[in-house]
């Protein structure tokens, strides 16, 4: 049966009652932390893939069986298998897995039921800066000595990998809108950094992928945090409940605000951050262009609700020099910054190259 077939209750049961998973494709981003958060847990794994990387070599080191090859007889005894819609349908150890009524489960559905296990699950969404955002929660805490479960899009430099296994009740997780994946998630905090027409193939139309993310703010128990200089972001939010928001940018009276903002030494973004109308702390970033400003704001609003105080924020922001692939800084050559960006948005692409223009 595929993942449309069973309800969240039945799936839950699912999960109490294995004990061996099989992951296909385990070293894709999406993949490769959840096999890691399932195997911290207990649960016995093996994966396959077909590309060596970095994401494999730490399933392996972590002492996950993983296979070069795609084949029917890798699903051994495993009683769920995992996959992504990336892969082919007619994959041979998915329609092995189908030949012997073995479940199988989409990661996204497996990364909504996993949120649900933590009490303090933020997931940050939005068409573009997810996996910056994401990041810089995720060194802000880690470098305040907290302990966070994180799902990250791309790789985190402090920890060499793009994702990890806490053993607090947090989980700071990117929330990819693609076929409303997030709507499985369970998060105490939703965050919602900008909203634009993308993955239209399956929305039809922006008011559509507005709906999408307005359904996504309505799952948070907890608050919801949004960029209120983004007008497709505020109408996302229209019906949340204002004790539930927190809102955040460059205007007044908003609860998280930046404040004489502007670009330093290469184009990183400077600025003072106000909560409340009071001073919280001057913030100096490590990554370059004038969008990581706000991306920056929503990671400060984000982790000062996970119990980082101003010079935590501070210093976490100041220190994370990037996400793998967005805006990468690999070296130098004849004289000439290369840099790796995964930009692929006309809005994104446009925000990237204003970063390099910036530095000069």
Known sequence: METAARTDEEWQEILRSVRRVHFVGIGGSGMSPLAE???????????????????????????????????????????????????????????????????????????????RHYSNAVGVAGTHGKTTTTSMISQILLEAGQDPTIFIGGRLPLINANGR????????????????????????????????????????????????????????????????????????????????????????????????CRLEDGSCGAYDLYHNGEFFTSVKLGVPGAHNISNSMAAAAAAHLCGADARQIADGLRDFRGAGRRFEFLGTFGGVTVADDYAHHPTEITATLAAAKGMG
């Open 37 to 115: 958060i399932l195997h911290s847990r207990g649960y016995r794994l093996t994966g396959s893939d077909v590309n060596p990387s970095d994401n494999v070599d730490r399933m392996t080191g972590l002492g996950i069986p993983v296979s070069m090859r795609q084949a029917a007889d890798n699903v051994g005894d495993a009683e769920l298998v995992v996959y992504t819609s990336a892969v082919n349908p007619q994959n041979p150890e998915l329609e092995e897995a189908r030949r012997r009524g073995i479940p199988l489960i989409e990661r996204g559905k497996l990364l909504g039921l996993i949120s």
């Open 165 to 260: 296994a806490g053993s607090s009740d947090t989980f700071i997780c990117e929330a990819c809108e693609f076929q409303d994946h997030y709507l499985s998630m369970t998060p105490a905090v939703s965050v919602i950094l900008n909203v634009d027409a993308d993955h239209l193939d399956y929305f039809g139309t922006l008011e559509n992928v507005v709906a999408s993310f307005h359904a996504f703010a309505g799952l948070a128990s907890r608050a919801v945090i949004v960029n209120h200089d983004d007008a497709n972001a505020r109408r996302a939010a229209e019906g949340i409940p204002p004790e539930r928001l927190i809102w955040y940018g460059t205007g007044a009276g908003l609860v998280w605000s930046a404040r004489g």
